[in-house]
Each structure stands twice: as structure tokens, then as C-alpha cells.
């Protein structure tokens, strides 16, 4: 654990593991490409699909329209929301699976079982 | 006061009395007591996570919001529940892959300097305080209603009960608390819902079509615009409300009870699961609580509409149902002020007594010593205010509390994680502007100021027009963070390339 006793002021220079090494390597390259392949899309999408519920309701008056008897687009669009948040839940784990097993041959090749002790 | 709900409500007393004291057995360690050991499974967190989040405000408040309001009562819904893909994609695993016990720890593995953790102690302390208080003061007031007792005993009762569980059960009694607490709850929720479906003949669209006729608001009442009428405003709050979660002290903290960043994920999507259940529910609780109990009884009992879902529960399910989803509310409150305190406790007691006064030098006894005063002083402290505060509108502070959250803590921890310019001077500026700007912007709004006498502190004309300051703060916790990076010469970046490969690895060096 990286607690009090591990890090002090530039004493990674100390580490017997070079970070900005494995930092550099064309593995965590492609670890931090692929995440940020997936995460950044998807927040920008949630987070504009989300400001955008608020944004209709108060400056424009169409989702008003009844789709089903009285249930009009808002209440769909707010379900949507709801459907949203659990599929991407879904995914990000699918994917993240992929993520921890490039992470754990990062820490297996280069990062060694532990490298202050 | 009937027999019914004193019975129920002692059972969830002395419950919760027995977890602590195998609880108390089992803490023994400064780990114990602040994250249960880091020894909680993953889905076991995620419930406790929902716990620790759908407190009071979200049961009783949101309830009695759609109650009212219609659509406009469920943006606090939305805005709570994708609040958790920000925490999911963006902080959960970092937090755990860097942190120990507190913010403050995870700002560690990057910056040294005492002044960064000072000031992760000071914004988690202010928004532990406002949302304490908040809690608590709705606490008395309900407690109040449901028992017919005076405010200041009910108050005292609360405050009394979730300091025991803090001082001798520490985060495992806090947690078990709140995952028997999330389950009552949730069962509470599905019987009541299945009772309103029930009533209406399991018809969704009767059910809307009889809500939109039983309220004052008529046809208005499906629309959105009863309750949020200004556009700048109600962005500003869905900001303060997606954004908040992931800087909450209490919810931040709840991710150093998993053994790695893998249970911190999956405790996120149990979490995740169970508080959208529950705030679809919310819709039935609160369309129900329309119908079945109209809008001038829910008034009358209490004008925010807290009362909406009990009086609900004794509307179609009697007094036994009232008394259990009474108890439920109680162990509710009681769940998510423990969990308050002990963040509160770990602010106090492991940044600024162990890591700054005794820098890092405090024996794990000592450390544990402190931890408990801490408790006890932050519990003496929040029940002091809550005893002045009885007339606050509790809505505004849980609102405030978010703001900050998302003001100050938010932007540090994107920040540290990744941005690799990112230094000292930055992160100190960052979490002073998000704080203090959130505060001053609130003492001047109309939450505090307003013409018409007795809707908010002092009469006057505001001078900041929103209720709520996110949709400016925020801006202001980054730019703060971006100005103080690139003003100081100070940079890290062998550092950061330490804190980039363990935060997306999860390595861990051993410890020495």
C-alpha cells in the first residue's frame, strides 16, 4: 500500500522502478489509448444527454407532445436516461475486463511483484 | 404514537445496536475502524453505498417532490442516479488504486505539501458540517411528526444513536447499518409500489391519466416547469447534482472498504442498480402519494411534502405499514449520519491530527484514539447546530453540500489523476476557489436573501441570482486549478508518471 512511509518528496527517483519507463512503454500506451478510446466518448455522450433533458424542458415546450395516452416525450426521455445509465454500466465492466488483463501483464512484465521491498 | 410503530422502531433499534457490538469486536485497527479493514466484497459496498446515499431527502424529499410537483420532482432523481457513471468511469478506480483512507490520502500519492491536505481536510469538514446538518434537522422534524415528541429529544435520540455506532462500531458497524437499512428500505419501496400499482389495476396509463386530474396543477402536473420555472437555475442544480457525488466525502470514502479497484467497480454497478431501482420507484411512491392521499393532506402535514410516503404507506397499506416504513425512515436517517460522522472523524483525526499536527508519525493506538474523539466531537458539533438550525430549509443545505462537493473536491481529483501539469499551487487554488466561491455565492443568493419575509434567512434582494452557485462555481473550481498550475513554476512529472501507471494499473508496491 502507498501509505505515509512510501512516497517522499522526489524520492521516486529512489524507486527501483522506473515509472516514466514504464509509462513510456508501447504497452501503457496502448492501455491509456484504449481506455480513453472508450471513456471519452461515452462521458461526453452521457454527460450532453443528460444537460440536454434539462436544457428542452426549459427553453423549448416540445417534448410536451403526448406519445402514449397522457405519457409525453418527457417522461420517455427521462426513462431513456434511466435505461442509459444501466447500459453503460453494463459495457464499461464488459470492457473493463479487457483493461485489467493489458494491466495486469503491465505489472507482471515490467512492474515485477512489488518494487520497494 | 401507536404500539405498532414503537414496537417496529425498537426492533431496528436494538438490530442495529447488536451489529455494532460484533462490530466493536471486530475493530481493533485504525483501518478497521475507517474502512472495515478494506475488507468488504464488492457488492456488499455497493449496498452500503446505496445506503449511505438514498438518506432521507431522497426516501421522504423526492417522494413528496413528485407528490407535488409531478415531472419536475423527479430531476433530482436523474440527476442522483447518473451521477454514478461520473463516479464509475472517471473516479471510482483511480481513488482506490491511489488512496488509503481519505481525498486527502489520494492527493498524497501526488503532492507532499501539508497545505494540499489542509485543504482536502477543510472542504471535506464544510461539507460533511452542511450536509450533517441537514440531515439532522429533517431527522427531528420527522421524527418529531411520526412520534409526537419535542424536536430537541428527537434530535438528541438520532444524534445519541449514530455516535454509539461510530465510536465502538466504526466503518463496520456503519456499513452493516446501512446495508440492513438499504434493504428494508428497498423492500419498503417495492411493497408500497406494488400496493399503488395494485390500486391502480397495474394500468400505467390509468395511472397517469388519473394523476393528471386528482392535483391542483391539473394537465400541468405531467408537464416539467411547476417547480423549476428559471432555465440558468435549473442547470445550475443538475449540474451541483450529476457532478456532487463524486466528490462526497462519505461516498468517496466508501471505495477504501474494497480489498482493489476491481470490488470498487462492481461495488459502483450494484450501486448503481439498486439506487436507479429505487428512483424509479420514487415515481410510484410519489404518483401514489397524488392519489391516494391528496395534495392538501400531504400540505398539511408537512408544507415541503416529507410526510408524502408515510402518509402513503397508511393510506393503502394501515397502520402496519405505516409503522414499518416509519421505522425504515428513522434507520435511514440514523445510517446515513453515521456515515457522515465517520468521514467528518477521518477528516479531523488521520489529515489533520495524524498527518499534520503528528505528521505521520502517530502510533496506530494514538491514531485510533483520535479517530473516536473526532467521532465524538464532530457528532457533538453537528447536533448542537442541528439543535439551532431547526428552521433552516434543510433543501438548500443537502443542494449546498453537493455544490461544494462539486466545486471544490471534483476538479482536484480529475485534475490529479489527469492532468499531467497539474502541481501543488494548483491543487491548493482548486479546492480553495471551489470551496469558498461556492459559499460566498450561496450567502448571497436567494437561499439566503430574499424580499419576501420568512422564505429564506434575511430579507433583502439577492445579489446572485441562483439558488444554487454550481453552474458557476464549478467553472471556478477548475479555472482556479488551471491558473494556479500554470502560474507556478513547480512540476511533477516523474511523480505523475508514477500516480498515471498505478492509477490505471492498479500496482501496488508492497508494504515496507
Known amino acids: ?117 | 404514537m401507536n404500539t405498532t410503530v414503537v414496537v417496529l422502531f425498537l426492533a431496528i433499534v436494538i438490530l442495529t445496536l447488536i451489529i455494532t457490538y460484533f462490530a466493536a469486536k471486530h475493530t481493533q485497527t485504525t483501518g478497521d475502524f475507517y474502512t472495515a479493514g478494506g475488507e468488504l466484497k464488492g457488492w456488499q459496498n455497493g449496498i452500503a453505498i446505496a445506503g449511505d446515499y438514498l438518506s432521507a431527502a431522497s426516501f421522504l424529499g423526492i417522494a413528496g417532490a413528485i407528490a407535488l410537483y409531478g415531472f419536475d420532482g423527479f430531476f433530482y432523481s436523474i440527476g442522483f442516479l447518473i451521477a454514478y457513471l461520473v463516479v464509475l468511469f472517471l473516479v471510482a478506480e483511480p481513488l482506490r488504486n491511489l488512496g488509503k483512507y481519505t481525498l486527502a490520502d489520494m492527493l498524497k500519492a501526488r503532492f507532499d505539501a501539508t497545505k494540499v491536505r489542509g485543504a482536502a481536510a477543510l472542504s471535506t469538514i464544510t461539507i460533511v458540517l452542511f450536509y450533517m446538518i441537514a440531515q439532522l434537522v429533517g431527522a427531528g422534524a420527522l421524527i418529531q411528526l411520526l412520534f409526537d415528541i419535542p424536536y430537541w429529544i428527537a434530535v438528541l435520540i438520532v444524534g445519541v444513536m449514530m455516535t454509539v455506532y461510530v465510536l465502538f462500531g466504526g466503518m463496520i458497524a456503519t456499513s452493516w447499518v446501512q446495508i440492513v437499512k438499504a434493504i428494508l428500505l428497498m423492500a419498503g419501496m417495492v411493497i408500497i409500489s406494488f400496493l399503488v400499482l395494485l390500486n391502480f389495476n397495474f394500468d400505467i396509463m390509468y395511472m397517469f391519466n388519473e394523476v393528471k386530474s386528482v392535483t391542483s396543477h391539473g394537465a400541468d402536473y405531467l408537464k416539467p416547469g411547476l417547480k423549476y420555472t428559471e432555465p440558468l437555475g435549473t442547470i445550475s442544480l443538475m449540474i451541483a447534482l450529476v457532478l456532487g457525488t463524486a466528490g462526497l466525502p462519505h461516498i468517496l470514502m466508501r471505495f477504501f472498504t474494497v480489498k482493489d479497484a476491481k470490488s470498487a467497480r462492481s461495488s459502483v454497478i450494484t450501486a448503481t442498480w439498486v439506487i436507479g431501482i429505487f428512483y424509479v420507484l420514487t415515481l410510484f411512491l410519489g404518483f401514489g402519494a397524488a392519489a391516494f392521499v391528496g395534495e392538501a393532506n400531504i400540505l398539511a402535514a408537512n408544507p415541503g411534502g416529507n410526510m408524502a410516503a408515510p402518509l402513503l404507506a397508511k393510506a393503502i397499506g394501515g397502520e402496519i405499514l405505516f409503522a414499518f416504513i416509519s421505522a425504515v425512515a428513522f434507520a435511514t436517517i440514523l445510517a446515513v449520519v453515521a456515515g457522515l460522522v465517520l468521514s467528518g472523524a477521518s477528516a479531523f483525526a488521520h489529515d489533520l491530527y495524524g498527518q499534520i499536527i503528528k505528521k505521520g508519525k502517530a502510533t496506530d493506538k494514538q491514531q485510533m484514539l483520535a479517530a473516536r474523539y473526532a467521532s465524538l466531537a464532530v457528532s457533538i458539533l453537528a447536533i448542537l447546530l442541528a439543535l439551532f438550525a431547526q428552521y433552516l430549509n434543510v433543501a438548500f443545505l443537502v443542494s449546498l453540500a453537493f455544490c461544494i462537493a462539486a466545486s471544490a473536491n471534483l476538479p482536484v481529483i480529475l485534475y490529479t489523476v489527469y492532468w499531467k501539469k497539474f502541481n501543488t499551487a494548483g491543487a491548493v487554488t482548486s479546492m480553495l476557489t471551489g470551496l469558498f466561491s461556492a459559499l460566498i455565492l450561496v450567502s448571497l443568493s436567494p437561499s439566503v436573501f430574499s424580499p419576501v419575509e420568512g422564505a429564506a434567512l434575511f430579507v433583502g434582494e439577492p445579489i446572485f441570482p441562483l439558488a444554487n452557485p454550481a453552474l458557476v462555481s464549478v467553472p471556478l473550481g477548475f479555472l482556479g486549478g488551471y491558473l494556479g498550475t500554470i502560474f507556478s513554476k513547480e512540476t511533477n512529472s516523474r511523480r505523475y508518471a508514477k500516480v498515471k501507471v498505478k492509477a490505471n494499473t492498479g500496482y501496488r508496491e508492497k508494504e515496507s
Open chain 1, 1 to 117: 500500500m502507498n501509505n505515509t512511509s512510501a512516497n517522499k518528496v522526489d524520492h521516486d527517483t529512489n524507486d527501483q522502478i522506473d515509472f516514466v519507463k514504464v509509462e513510456q512503454s508501447p504497452k501503457f500506451k496502448k492501455l491509456m489509448r484504449d481506455r480513453k478510446r472508450f471513456i471519452v466518448p461515452l462521458t461526453i455522450f452521457f454527460l450532453v444527454f443528460y444537460f440536454l433533458l434539462p436544457i428542452l424542458t426549459s427553453y423549448t415546450t416540445f417534448l410536451n407532445t403526448p406519445v402514449i395516452g397522457d405519457i409525453s416525450w418527457v417522461w420517455l426521455f427521462a426513462f431513456s436516461q434511466f435505461v442509459m445509465t444501466w447500459v453503460l454500466c453494463t459495457l464499461y465492466v464488459r470492457k473493463a475486463t479487457s483493461f485489467d488483463k493489458q494491466a495486469d501483464e503491465i505489472i507482471d512484465e515490467q512492474l515485477g511483484k512489488g518494487g520497494k521491498s
